[in-house]
């Protein structure tokens, strides 16, 4: 069955499709760190760690050979995209109803439908994007598919707080997270942590007397800035309170990180990317997509018999790929 352009064309519904992931994606700060890649490839490769820069190439000597360059990767790995499918039903009841007022609004249904599916899309990749950046891979188990990608990050830039920030009298975050910066080997340029653990650190004893300058006489609580102020005199980047939400599979408001793990990145740039492919809707022959805009999202109507109805359907391939998987760390916080 192909796909009909009654109301609305593949063309059409693709791009309010597209338009609305690219929304929902862009609300996010996994956006700027793995920002989505359009491709027409339908498998995945990359590096292990490799870094965002080549190795600098070196001066030589007139008369003499240019040297062999090199990335900098010790070892690829690759991969095939995970497709991701999901149709919403316009059934016989919706289309007379609406047919009555205007056929334009059958039209208009196809959008919306198109817009909830480009968003939920969205929802679902940056999850992974999420799952990413703290674990070093991503693991999906659903709908039959069952596959894991370890994007290689050191084992030592997963950590655990010696004590837990929680206990608040007596844990020492700084020192936690000095021993994850030796462990990065770089500049700290962000920590991204839960509101909770800002709360934590707030009322923290050893950073209270640091902020305080003092061993006694001290308050309960110091500001966010207090905080941040003592972060940078120990050069340990900008802290950002990340307080996003995402939608789950099950409907429900969730994190977008846990609430317990302190994420320390670069000051700026991106650790990799999301690879999107060409889905088999788009090159097919009745959905008049451009082959300059096969890869990405498509979105098309299907027309089904007995009872008449339609089928929006939004499909796509892809999965963020962490190709700078060192330049990312994480402490479980408590």
Same mark, same amino acid.
């Given at each position: 069955?192909?796909?009909?352009?009654?109301?609305?064309?593949?063309?059409?519904?693709?791009?309010?499709?597209?338009?609305?992931?690219?929304?929902?994606?862009? %609300?996010?700060?996994?956006?700027?760190?793995?920002?989505?890649?359009?491709?027409?490839?339908?498998?995945?490769?990359?590096?292990?760690?490799?870094?965002?820069?080549?190795?600098?190439?070196?001066?030589?000597?007139?008369?003499?050979?240019?040297?062999?360059?090199?990335?900098?990767?010790?070892?690829?790995?690759?991969?095939?995209?995970?497709?991701?499918?999901?149709?919403?039903?316009?059934?016989?009841?919706? %289309?007379?109803?609406?047919?009555?007022?205007?056929?334009?609004?059958?039209?208009?249904?196809?959008?919306?439908?198109?817009?909830?599916?480009?968003?939920?899309?969205?929802?679902?990749?940056?999850?992974?994007?999420?799952?990413?950046?703290?674990?070093?891979?991503?693991?999906?188990?659903?709908?039959? *598919?069952?596959?894991?990608?370890?994007?290689?990050?050191?084992?030592? *830039?997963?950590?655990?707080?010696?004590?837990?920030?929680?206990?608040?009298?007596?844990?020492?975050?700084?020192?936690?997270?000095?021993?994850?910066?030796?462990?990065?080997?770089?500049?700290?340029?962000?920590?991204?942590?839960?509101?909770?653990?800002?709360?934590?650190?707030?009322?923290?004893?050893?950073?209270?007397?640091?902020?305080?300058?003092?061993?006694?006489?001290?308050?309960?609580?110091?500001?966010?800035?207090?905080?941040?102020?003592?972060?940078?005199?120990?050069?340990?980047?900008?802290?950002?309170?990340?307080?996003?939400?995402?939608?789950?599979?099950?409907?429900?408001?969730?994190?977008?990180?846990?609430?317990?793990?302190?994420?320390?990145?670069?000051?700026?740039?991106?650790?990799?990317?999301?690879?999107?492919?060409?889905?088999?809707?788009?090159?097919?022959?009745?959905?008049?997509?451009?082959?300059?805009?096969?890869?990405?999202?498509?979105?098309?109507?299907?027309?089904?018999?007995?009872?008449?109805?339609?089928?929006?359907?939004?499909?796509?391939?892809?999965?963020?790929?962490?190709?700078?998987?060192?330049?990312?760390?994480?402490?479980?916080?408590?």
């Amino acid at each position: 069955m192909g796909f009909t352009p009654n109301f609305r064309t593949p063309v059409q519904l693709t791009g309010v499709a597209r338009a609305a992931f690219d929304l929902q994606v862009g %609300q996010y700060i996994t956006d700027g760190l793995l920002p989505v890649n359009e491709t027409y490839d339908i498998n995945f490769s990359f590096g292990v760690t490799q870094a965002a820069l080549p190795p600098a190439a070196s001066f030589r000597s007139f008369n003499s050979e240019s040297d062999v360059g090199s990335l900098g990767v010790s070892e690829s790995r690759s991969g095939k995209l995970p497709p991701i499918s999901r149709r919403l039903h316009v059934d016989e009841y919706q %289309q007379l109803t609406m047919y009555q007022s205007s056929d334009d609004l059958i039209g208009a249904e196809f959008e919306r439908y198109a817009t909830s599916l480009g968003q939920a899309f969205a929802l679902r990749f940056v999850m992974a994007q999420a799952e990413a950046i703290t674990a070093g891979k991503v693991t999906i188990a659903e709908r039959g *598919l069952t596959f894991e990608v370890n994007y290689g990050r050191k084992a030592g *830039l997963t950590a655990n707080a010696a004590t837990p920030w929680s206990t608040i009298a007596t844990a020492d975050p700084l020192t936690d997270i000095e021993g994850l910066r030796a462990v990065y080997g770089r500049r700290i340029g962000r920590i991204v942590l839960s509101r909770q653990a800002m709360g934590y650190l707030q009322t923290n004893a050893n950073i209270i007397k640091i902020a305080m300058q003092r061993g006694s006489d001290l308050p309960p609580r110091i500001s966010v800035e207090d905080v941040r102020a003592v972060f940078r005199d120990y050069g340990l980047g900008e802290i950002v309170v990340n307080e996003e939400v995402v939608t789950n599979s099950a409907g429900a408001e969730v994190p977008l990180f846990a609430a317990d793990k302190v994420i320390i990145l670069p000051a700026a740039g991106a650790v990799g990317r999301t690879d999107l492919g060409v889905t088999a809707e788009s090159i097919r022959t009745d959905t008049g997509i451009a082959q300059s805009e096969r890869p990405g999202l498509f979105a098309g109507a299907l027309e089904s018999d007995d009872p008449s109805g339609y089928d929006v359907l939004v499909s796509a391939i892809g999965l963020p790929i962490l190709t700078d998987a060192n330049a990312t760390g994480v402490i479980d916080a408590f």
